[in-house]
Every structure is written in C-alpha cells, then in structure tokens.
C-alpha cells in the first residue's frame, strides 16, 4: 500500500521511483493498493481512476483509496474499472484525523424521509453498490463473498460516534482498510472489538511501527500479528 504523496513530493523523480516499485510488485504477485485518496467531479475523477485502476497503465494497481465528500456519485469512473476490469476501491468513510469528525458525523437525508450521518450513508451507498455487483464467491464451502469496494475506517475511533452499527451484518461482506495499528495506537488483538461484524474482511494497515524496525522488525510485527490473528474471535477475518 504505497503512500502516494511521499513519492509524489519528489516530482518526476518520485513518480519513477514508484512506477518501478509498482511494476516489480506487480512481477512479484503481490496485491496493491494505491493510497492516493483521490476525488473531484466529472472527468477529473475519472482521469484519476484510469491512471490508477486502467490494466497496462504504468500506475496499475489493484485498488486505490477515493474520496467521496462531493457525492458517492463522483466515483462512477472508478466503479467503472471495479466492474469492467475486477479492480477495488476504498472509499475514506471515516478516519482518525480530528478535524474530519465534523464533517463526518453531520447529518444528511437517507433516500427515506430520515437522516444519518455522512459516514453512515457512504457505507449504506457502498453496502448498495457491492450488493447490486455481487461477485460469486470462490467454490469452497467455508469462502463467503467479499464487496469490491470498501471502506476506510480508522482504528482508533469509536464508531458509534460516526453513527456506524459494528453489529449489522453486510452481504457481500464489506472490505474494510483499517489504519490506526502500531504507532498510532490500536491493538491488533482488540481488533475484533473495535470492528465487530465489520471485521468480517479486514486489512490491517501499519506502517512506521514495522519500518521503525527494519527487517528484524518487520519479522517481529509478522510474529506478534500472527499470535493476535488466533486469538481474534472468529468473525473477525484477516487479509
């Protein structure tokens, strides 16, 4: 999950040392997301979305991180690609930095004659987006289906302030992007009680924690989130 702005600060220069990152994880077989956090209107959104998300682009990745505070309807272009080429899309729902949680929280209409928050209606456009593009779900019997969108929510919050239900289930299950572990504080192992049922396919992102510690680190982090994953309750999965 690269973090586009510290490549993007260096210019060209930057942005080659990313294509090459990019293209050798690509070799490898590893799965990217670009966290890019990207949003506009109209036909800048959707330049954003096929720089990112278009297969043969030297900035392919397998999803990248959108915002949707002009209006969920912004990401079409992105949703394009989630639909015609399998790509992914993490839309930032709610997050740890304290001057979003006033925008995040205010009240908007439902689409019913009500109002939630502005967290809140984005996962239930996410929820209606991944419901209406389910994909099959792999044949064994235990696989259960995953949405190609999902949300990014910080670890560090308490979601019942967002107007968020940890307890609803979502089907297809929604992928969540949890930043927030390591340096800023969460716990992998409480990880099943801050996200509940929305855990149900959640990636774990941690960075300067493992970094911090170069290679011996990184093996210790991989260590200490694979004693925590057995010991997470059940509908808490892992990716």
């Not at 890019?36 to 998300?53: P, T």
């Not at 930032?92 to 809140?120: C, F, I, M, Y």
Request: hydrophobic share 45%; charged share 20%.
């Amino acid at each position: 999950k690269p973090q586009v702005a510290f490549f993007e600060r260096f210019g060209a220069a930057g942005y080659a040392a990313l294509e090459r990152v990019l293209a050798d994880a690509r070799e490898a077989g590893v799965l990217l997301i670009a966290d890019v956090k990207r949003g506009d209107v109209g036909s800048s959104c959707d330049a954003y979305a096929d720089a990112w998300l278009s297969p043969g682009s030297p900035l392919e990745s397998d999803a990248m991180t959108a915002s949707a505070f002009q209006g969920f309807g912004t990401l079409a272009g992105a949703l394009g690609h989630v639909t015609e080429h399998g790509k992914g899309l993490f839309v930032l729902v709610a997050t740890s930095n304290p001057e979003a949680k006033a925008v995040q929280t205010a009240r908007v209409p439902d689409g019913s004659g009500g109002d939630r928050s502005l967290s809140a209606q984005l996962l239930a456009e996410i929820a209606a987006f991944n419901a209406e593009h389910r994909l099959t779900a792999p044949s064994n019997a235990d696989a259960t289906a995953v949405g190609s969108v999902g949300a990014v929510l910080g670890a560090t919050l308490n979601f019942a302030d967002f107007g968020i239900d940890t307890d609803a289930e979502r089907t297809p299950a929604l992928p969540v992007l949890a930043p927030g572990f390591g340096h800023q504080g969460a716990s992998v192992a409480e990880a099943g009680t801050i996200f509940g049922a929305l855990g149900a396919a959640l990636l774990v992102s941690e960075s300067r924690s493992v970094l911090r510690g170069g290679s011996a680190g990184l093996a210790q982090r991989v260590r200490e989130h694979a004693e925590s994953i057995h010991s997470t309750p059940g509908r808490v999965r892992h990716g």
